[in-house]
């Protein structure tokens, strides 16, 4: 079920961009580039040795999605013998096969790397992970106590005969194929079974220190079953177990001439996510030839769809490790965020907005004076109105609880839920609805466009300086989620402000999401999908003819992604022009850098570290007004036009500074976790001095951290 949301209105994906396929780079195979250099991460002997765990499961569950949605629609595409070709020239079928080989390589190195280097380095701590060979007696009775205690009562062994088919497995779900000899109660001998392990089961599983071998010793649930499987199938002799996971199509797919009630169109698609056309099968590198190829015909997949692994099937729940193990020592040192002056000594976040603009730093300082602006203003009786955006926010939101709560107390509450957030659909429909219950208005936003900007807007009713009173806007905008656990991850800003201008831009933009009507020129906010991408074009031509024209001119981005067409030509040319262009993308980049006649003004770095490098921010000289923008939109087609996205600028010209030297100079510094794109389309990581090494990250951590 590939899954996308259509309108009538959305425009072309791409404009014609006047240079030739070779001068783009593919979008599949530069996020593959960056799964390697998170995949870097865990290799580093630098990076503390649990982290480095961390980091080979960060780049399992970057797969996963990886093929839940990339792969998924390449071979959507195949399916349907699709003629179109990509921004760099190339057909679906030569998209699969190259990402197919990346893939592949890619997890025979992860693999490689988690049994050759991190687990026995983790052994030589104290961590264990047991095999069933290393079990002793006092352990063996012990995981044989738990399996007939907490495995065996939950799960259905499925003998496979013409009354019991192959059963409909769910995505990425833990199962077991079994090779049987014999014959049943009932004079049945099918030769083989499939048991599913239950999602309610631990994949590890920590055994009581007593038993322990060593400080912190773990057993997977995949080995309790291999070990005891023969318990299933009474009477019957077990030829093989091989533990097996097959990864299926997750985009979800709403019609717009067929849709009535979204959230209820929704609701009725999400069950259907765990059964889309299978992708991917991961098997155990023991399994038979035989029933490997008997899982690949049950799924209609091929070869190329096959990934045999050397240990679990799913590493991403090895995640939860080490945050059960207290070893400080083997972690990333923990730091207090900062919390700006400005509010230290503040009665409340109101008081300080007053006093002037206010700039957050995530993770570097607090998420928390979001929360205390919503907490406050949901008691507050001078506040009568709040408004705001949720893309995601987690399904334990402290935010939520607090808009619920001013709900309750009688305030004004709108809240534009997206509900095609990608796999947070559910959350966010169960948010929608707690918040119905308690009076607050809920929309959805405009069909076709996701709502991925983030703004809160609080009306406040104060008193004015000749005696009567006037409503003001306190408002927050972001370039990422309100969601508290990712703002400890995320680096992230945040603006605080009663500007009038920009009160009144964001209160316009509500309008348009929560009724109808053109849209109105905003004084200071670029909005997708009509100003965004033409004002960020417009910049970049505006210093390529200053360039011309022998004038200053220089360009500074970062952001997440960097793929739309135009934009990238733009870029180009003002390369061309002499414009000196720094770009700082973390992840897919479809730009060619240093290309010589094209490029050779253009330089790309990529920074990977212990926070994921998430703000958007757009610095452009502009005549020396040094224009700064930040935004929740990366430079794609999706974001400029298909969904509704912000970008605002810093006015304040001490906050602007701040921005410039935090969010841009210090990553152009970095030679510790920078990662530089070369003109063959390969990145290169940028080697510092010995004596002289900077990480943006930590120097940041010392700046702004409590």
Not at 596 to 610: D, H, T, W
Request: proline share 5%.
């Amino acid at each position: 079920m590939n899954i996308v949301a259509t309108t009538s209105e959305t425009p072309p994906l791409q404009a014609p961009t006047g240079f030739p396929p070779e001068y783009f780079q593919n979008r599949e195979m530069s996020l593959l580039a960056f799964n390697r250099r998170v995949l870097w991460q865990a290799k580093n002997p630098r990076t503390p040795l649990l982290e480095r765990l961390r980091f080979l499961c960060i780049v399992s569950s970057n797969l996963d999605e990886f093929f839940e949605i990339r792969e998924a629609g390449i071979k959507e595409q195949l399916k349907l013998n699709s003629v179109a070709i990509t921004t760099d020239g190339k057909t679906a079928r030569e998209v699969y096969q190259l990402v197919s080989e990346e893939v592949h390589a890619i997890v025979r190195e992860q693999y490689a790397l988690l049994n050759d280097e991190v687990l026995p380095q983790l052994a030589a701590e104290g961590i264990r992970f047991l095999k069933r060979a290393d079990w002793n007696l006092e352990q063996r009775e012990w995981i044989r106590e738990f399996f007939f205690r907490e495995v065996m009562p939950v799960i259905t062994p499925i003998g496979l005969d013409p009354s019991h088919p192959f059963p409909r497995v769910l995505n990425k779900s833990l199962n077991f194929a079994v090779e049987l000899e014999g014959r049943d109660a009932f004079g049945r001998s099918s030769g083989a079974a499939i048991v599913q392990a239950p999602r309610v089961l631990p994949r590890v599983i920590r055994l009581p220190r007593e038993l322990g071998s060593s400080e912190y010793s773990f057993v997977f649930l995949s080995s309790i079953l291999h070990e005891f499987v023969h318990e299933l199938f009474a009477g019957m002799k077990v030829l093989g177990c091989y533990q097996f996971r097959v990864t299926r199509n997750s985009d979800l797919f709403v019609d717009e001439e067929e849709v009535k009630n979204l959230r209820a169109k929704i609701q009725g698609e999400l069950p259907q996510r765990h059964f889309g056309d299978a992708v991917r099968l991961e098997v155990a590198n023991s399994c038979s030839e035989a029933m490997t190829q008997f899982l690949l015909g049950q799924f209609n997949l091929t070869e190329t769809d096959l990934y045999r692994v050397a240990g679990p099937v799913n590493l991403v729940r090895l995640m939860q490790v080490p945050d059960w193990v207290v070893r400080q020592d083997l972690k990333f040192q923990p730091f207090t965020p900062g919390v700006p002056k400005a509010l230290q000594k503040c009665q409340s976040v109101f008081d300080g907005i007053r006093g002037g603009d206010i700039l957050l730093h995530h993770p570097y300082q607090s998420f928390n004076p979001v929360i205390e602006m919503l907490e406050q203003s949901a008691v507050d009786p001078q506040v009568v109105a709040i408004k705001m955006t949720v893309y995601r926010t987690g399904t334990d939101s402290v935010l939520m609880q607090s808009l619920l709560r001013a709900a309750q107390n009688g305030k004004e509450v709108t809240v534009v839920v997206e509900l095609m957030a990608r796999f947070d659909e559910e959350a966010n429909i169960g948010w929608a609805t707690k918040l119905e219950e308690v009076g607050a208005h809920v929309v959805y936003g405009v069909f076709g466009y996701k709502v991925h900007a983030k703004m809160l807007m609080v009306v406040r009713r104060e008193e004015s300086n000749g005696g009567g009173s006037i409503l003001r806007r306190y408002v927050h905008l972001g370039t990422g989620n309100y969601h508290p656990k990712t703002a400890r991850l995320y680096s992230d800003f945040g603006l605080l402000t009663c500007n009038e201008e920009i009160g009144a831009d964001t209160n316009e933009v509500f309008k348009q999401l929560t009724g109808l009507g053109r849209a109105q020129t905003l004084t200071h906010l670029w909005q997708a999908p009509f100003t965004l991408q033409p004002n960020v074009v417009a910049a970049i031509r505006a210093e390529a003819e200053a360039a011309r024209a022998g004038k200053r001119s220089r360009i500074i981005a970062k952001m997440n992604s960097l793929l739309e067409p135009e934009t990238i030509a733009t870029l180009y040319e003002a390369s061309q022009a002499g414009v000196k262009v720094d770009l700082i993308v973390r992840g897919v980049c479809g730009l060619r850098a240093g290309v010589k006649g094209l490029s050779e003004n253009i330089n790309v770095r990529s920074i990977i570290g212990r926070q994921l490098e998430h703000h958007r921010v757009f610095y452009f000289y502009a005549g020396g007004e040094e224009k700064v923008y930040l935004s929740s939109a990366d430079w794609m087609e999706r974001n400029f036009f298909r969904r509704i996205e912000l970008a605002f600028p810093v006015l304040d010209r001490k906050l602007k500074r701040r921005v410039m030297s935090e969010g841009l100079q210090i990553y152009l510094t970095d030679n510790a976790l920078a990662w530089e794109l070369g003109p063959d389309g390969t990145y290169h990581q940028k080697r510092g001095s010995r004596t002289s090494p900077h990480s943006s990250q930590a120097e940041l951590i010392e700046l702004l951290k409590g």
